[in-house]
């Protein structure tokens, strides 16, 4: 997995500018699947999409290794493809561990990555076999000794996450001197310092920050005396939601050309690469089918028609919060003129608006009872859905091939309609 072994391109010489492409299709395992009569809202997954998103980004990063972030989307069909694979895993809890195992994952390929550790956490991942742990405090080194002893250890370094819609900075991570400190304190504990690890944020568009990043974790590496380190190069890689983004060629060009770097530099002599996609794998391999619940207008609150859905913000569509995210739409079956709307939820709660700020446009001749889809769902949907509240229950998902007439458990476990955010 060893990358850089000589300079090539200067990172300020990868492109950071997206592709003007449109979002891809639903695939056709899914639009078979979405064309059975079933009741709404469901998000309808195709395992063969994360399978082969999981190979491109493979490729492009080759040899790195991947660690498929669970939280995105833990449906076990998702784990069991990405099993096939040969994929590692990045998990959170116990419970995000024993999904991965009941899926088959080999325990030497799962990662406990959440750093923020209750007692007793890391004793029962290690008990069912995990041996790798991320870290970004003294205090969870001290109970990761206890824990986990002899475990393989990455500190979590702190950095810019400017291109991102969801930004991470300030929750997790270390800054680079505490870094350093934290790297000898977890040899000091018998521990083995592995590497480093950051967050560039979710839905990161800029190779460049990535490249940054790897530039400052290279630095906290070599002068922890690290000279191969493992540099987990964390989660973000982006979705074409609603324009193009640069393709995982063009990140992976901007993180040799970081590594290559520091190599130079003389920081270290190189770095096994590590990944942990989630968007990237699971959104494109998802639609979330919603149904009209009401048309009106609104006569001196909004020229625009608002229109009311069977899902909204807290049935799966959590990331719409701040209209961070904002999924591609489509109406089948309506093929009128568009015109201007506000999209929100079904529930009683004013936080519940799906889309205001956001231009949007569905037919004119749209109707309650109407379906509408959601495009590129997978990630961050099934896995945010409340389990009731305001008593609507939990998303309920659907697997294409696997499960084409009843749908599966619940989570807690044709053209585009324009929907594209203000600049």
């Known amino acids: ?45 195709d395992p063969q999409v994360v399978a082969d998103r999981h190979d491109r980004l493979a490729a492009a990063f080759a040899p790195a290794r991947m660690l498929y972030a669970v939280k995105a989307c833990p449906e076990p069909s998702v ?79 702190m950095v810019a996450d400017a291109g991102s819609a969801t930004p991470f900075f300030g929750k997790f991570g270390a800054l680079p001197d505490e870094a350093v400190r934290l790297l000898a304190a977890v040899a000091d504990a018998g521990l083995t310092a592995a590497g480093v690890t950051f967050h560039a944020g979710s839905q990161q568009t800029l190779p460049g920050t990535y490249a940054d990043a790897v530039a400052l974790a290279l630095g906290v590496a070599g002068r922890a005396g690290l000279r191969r380190p493992e540099l987990d190069l964390g989660g973000g890689w982006p979705v074409p939601y609603r324009s193009g983004v640069a393709g995982p060629e063009e990140f992976a060009a901007a993180v040799d050309g970081a590594v290559s770097a520091a190599v130079a530099a003389g920081d270290v002599e190189g770095a096994d690469l590590l990944l942990e996609p989630g968007r990237a794998l699971v959104a494109e391999a998802g639609v979330l089918r919603s149904r009209v619940l009401r ?41 009128g003129a568009p015109g201007p709307v506000v999209i929100a939820g079904p529930t009683c709660d004013g936080d519940d608006v799906i889309y205001r700020r956001t231009p949007c446009a569905l037919p004119l001749d749209l109707r309650a009872g109407d379906l509408v889809d959601l495009l590129h769902t997978g990630a961050y949907t099934s896995s945010y859905a409340s389990v009731g509240f305001n008593g609507f229950g939990p998303l309920t998902v659907v697997v294409a091939d696997t499960a084409p007439e009843v749908p599966a458990t619940p989570a807690g476990v044709l053209h585009p309609t324009p929907c594209s955010l203000k600049e």
Not at 6 to 15: H, M, Q, W
Not at 107 to 122: E, T, Y
Not at 304 to 331: F, H, M, S
């Open 1 to 45: 997995m060893e990358r850089g072994t000589g300079a090539r391109e200067r990172i300020s010489d990868v492109r950071t500018e997206p592709s003007s492409v449109p979002p891809p299709a639903p695939s056709p395992a899914l639009e078979r699947l979405l064309g059975s009569d079933r009741p709404t809202p469901y998000l309808a997954l």
């Open 79 to 157: 784990l069991a493809a990405l099993v096939a694979r040969g994929s590692g895993f990045d998990v959170a809890s116990h419970e995000e561990i024993r999904l991965c195992v009941a899926a088959g994952a080999d325990p030497d390929l799962i990662q406990h990555g959440n750093p923020v550790r209750g007692p007793g956490a890391a004793a029962a991942a290690y008990a069912l076999g995990v041996r790798r742990f991320v870290t970004d405090s003294v205090e969870d080194v001290e109970q990761l000794a206890v824990e986990a002893p002899g475990s393989r250890v990455l500190v979590r370094l």
């Open 295 to 335: 048309v009106s207008r609104r006569p001196g609150v909004d020229h625009r028609r608002w229109v009311y859905l069977d899902v909204g913000r807290y049935q799966g569509l959590a990331e719409t919060e701040g209209e961070a995210i904002g999924y591609p739409l489509r109406v089948p079956g309506r093929t």
